[in-house]
């Protein structure tokens, strides 16, 4: 099983990026999927999380300018971040909770990050 991260990147203050991620394997199912980032010198924290059902859960700093969006068929997570500013700049994750068939099994799996950085 492997998520795969794209999109990562740099970008002018005040501009947009995308990040998608994409489990594959022997996946059965995915439960919730969402973004992780860590800066320099901080803790990992949640950006976005959503549900297989469409639940969304965004931190505050991100509200109103980042989108997070999931295709259940293919197991696939985005991100649309807008309006990015400088406290952005960090690795971002995947996270997925995923039912694997064989064996069965359920887990927490992490895609490797993608740095995100922002310039003026």
């Known amino acids: 099983v492997q998520l795969q991260a794209f999109g990562g990147g740099l970008v002018q203050a005040g501009g947009s990026l995308r990040l998608s991620c994409t489990a594959s394997?022997?996946?059965?199912?995915?439960?919730?999927m969402g973004w992780y980032r860590q800066a320099p010198g901080n803790q990992r924290e949640l950006v976005a999380q959503?549900?297989?059902?469409?639940?969304?859960i965004y931190a505050d700093s991100v509200k109103g300018r980042f989108t997070i969006s999931r295709d259940n068929a293919k197991n696939t997570v985005a991100l649309q971040m807008n309006s990015l500013k400088f406290e952005d700049i960090a690795v971002y994750y995947c996270?997925?909770?995923?039912?694997?068939?064989?064996?069965?099994?359920?887990?927490?799996?992490w895609g490797q990050g993608t740095l995100v950085t922002v310039s003026s």
């Open positions: 394997g022997n996946i059965l199912s995915a439960d919730d």
């Open positions: 959503i549900s297989r059902g469409g639940h969304r």
């Open positions: 996270n997925a909770m995923l039912t694997i068939r064989t064996p069965l099994q359920y887990g927490d799996y």
